[in-house]
């Protein structure tokens, strides 16, 4: 493990903050954290996120109308989970699925720079079904990282997210996504995967007095599962409602 470490990156526009826990790195897994103290400002900025559909404007018109239609009806669904949020100030188990997911990609920006992709279920329906990844990053070193995320709200639930893609990985579901994400992903990403050189992320919500304990755990059990795939890669994100 290493011995740097770095403070809190403060985000107000999403009202939460984020942690580097390089102190728990171990080989090629990393790890930070994300605490949530405003949920009003989280569901504006995953709001603002999922009607944001600039990222279509540069595909070609082919590739644009089809993804237009379920970009459109699934956004309106997430929205809607959002205000939901927003105007009760609780954490509902859709809600808190995306609270992690999206809230991972945006703590892979802001600690490791990774740029996020449109979320998965953007551009593959995906609303109350499990057909595969929750989101996906690129890291500066342009592997694409296939996200899965797990939400309780009383647990620890990294076990689930590793366990979750292994079997994924098991299932060839990473490869399975290439045909969405070579459209929407840089050209050296796609290649890397056709190399198979990828990484993973399992995003998990953390509801423990010592969070840090709790993701060194996950650490343990990340090792293990690295032993059984061959990946460049492992980020493990906690996060956690701390108002």
């Excluded at 939460?16 to 103290?37: E, M, P, Q």
């Excluded at 669904?77 to 939901?84: G, R």
Aim: net charge negative; aromatic share 8%; glycine share 6%.
């Amino acid at each position: 493990m290493t011995s740097a470490n770095a403070g809190p990156v403060c985000d107000a526009a999403w009202g939460c903050d984020h942690f580097d826990l390089s102190t728990l790195t171990l080989g090629n897994i990393r790890a930070c954290r994300v605490s949530v103290f405003d949920i009003t400002k989280l569901a504006d900025a995953l709001t603002q996120t999922v009607v944001d559909t600039s990222w279509m404007s540069n595909l070609d018109p082919g590739a644009r109308r089809s993804y237009e239609r379920t970009v459109s009806e699934t956004s309106e669904l997430l929205v809607a989970i959002f205000e939901s949020a927003a105007s009760t100030s609780s954490i509902a188990e859709d809600f808190g699925e995306l609270m992690v997911s999206m809230g991972s990609a945006r703590a892979l920006n802001m600690i490791f720079n990774h740029r996020a992709v449109p979320l998965a279920e953007l551009w593959k329906p995906q609303i109350k079904q499990n057909e595969g990844f929750d989101f996906h990053t690129i890291c500066p070193g342009e592997w694409v990282n296939f996200g899965e995320a797990k939400y309780s709200s009383s647990g620890n639930p990294h076990g689930l997210a590793i366990a979750q893609i292994s079997a994924f990985l098991s299932a060839e579901k990473h490869y399975r996504d290439r045909p969405h994400l070579q459209t929407i992903a840089p050209a050296a990403t796609i290649s890397k995967l056709d190399s198979e050189e990828f990484g993973v992320v399992a995003a998990f919500s953390l509801n423990a007095k010592n969070q840090e304990l709790v993701i060194a755990n996950a650490i343990k059990s990340a090792d293990k599962f690295a032993k059984k795939h061959k990946i460049v890669q492992i980020f493990l994100v906690g996060v956690s409602y701390d108002a």
